[in-house]
């Protein structure tokens, strides 16, 4: 499966921007997909995962009441919707999926947004 992410770009603090990964050769509804984030100096985190097998989510504590992830099946996209938007969001978002594996083996580009103060 190939992923590619976008949606980026500047958005005001308490704003709000949606991301998305739009996936091509398989039908993204079969993976677990995550959308991971890395800011500048600092490790890759995980800030949000929706499962193959029954759609449930998880999010990093930081996003946790901010942020939702959700899948379109039909359109073979998985979204992330990010409100109240904060400074801290600022980073490189990129979307990832594995199937079956630990290990997420799929990675879309990333795609940057900045959160202006």
């Known amino acids: 499966v190939q992923l590619q992410a976008y949606g980026g770009g500047v958005v005001q603090a308490g704003g709000f921007l949606r991301l998305s990964c739009a996936a091509s050769?398989?039908?993204?509804?079969?993976?677990?997909v995550a959308w991971f984030r890395q800011a500048p100096g600092k490790d890759r985190e995980s800030v949000a995962v929706i499962n193959w097998s029954d759609s449930s989510t998880d999010y990093t504590d930081s996003v946790k009441g901010r942020f939702t992830i959700s899948r379109d099946n039909a359109e073979n996209t998985v979204t992330l919707q990010m409100n109240s938007l904060k400074p801290e969001d600022t980073a490189v978002y990129y979307c990832?999926?594995?199937?079956?594996?630990?290990?997420?083996?799929?990675w879309g580009q990333g795609t940057k947004f900045t959160v202006s103060s």
């Open positions: 050769g398989r039908a993204l509804s079969s993976y677990t």
């Open positions: 990832a999926a594995k199937r079956n594996s630990a290990v997420y083996y799929y």
